[in-house]
């Protein structure tokens, strides 16, 4: 049975940090491409990050509002894929969800396997 768990989440004041995790287990990740989403209540699931290694060249996605200040990457021998949030904005608070595609992609359409979503939330 294929399962994703997400964990890192928690409250943190604006300029902070913190690392999201996102295990697998029932698949291999490096398969994959693994996209970050994120998604506050009454909105529509947003894009974040996406990564994705193909024939040892790894190509990663950032949304703008994110590049230059989260990082996505993977450590394939633990099968998990990371992400790296430095200078946290409030605007960054949401539930925070992971999921796989058979192609490195921004809509989250194209995603399948979504884990329950760990909760970051950014104080001002």
């Known amino acids: 049975q294929v399962q994703q768990a997400e964990s890192g989440g928690g409250l943190v004041q604006a300029g902070g940090s913190l690392r999201l995790s996102c295990a697998a287990s029932?698949?291999?990740?490096?398969?994959?491409?693994v996209g970050w989403f994120r998604q506050v209540p009454g909105k529509e699931r947003e894009f974040v990050a996406a990564?994705?290694?193909?024939?040892?060249?790894?190509?990663?996605y950032y949304a703008e509002p994110v590049k230059g200040r989260f990082t996505i990457s993977r450590d394939n021998s633990k099968n998990t894929v990371y992400l790296q949030m430095n200078s946290l904005k409030p605007e960054d608070t949401a539930s925070y969800s992971c999921?796989?595609?058979?192609?490195?992609?921004?809509?989250?359409?194209?995603?399948?396997?979504w884990g329950q979503g760990t909760q970051v939330t950014v104080s001002s």
């Open positions: 029932g698949r291999t990740f490096s398969s994959y491409a």
């Open positions: 999921a796989t595609s058979n192609r490195l992609t921004t809509n989250y359409r194209d995603y399948n396997y």
């Open positions: 990564i994705s290694s193909i024939f040892s060249t790894t190509t990663t």
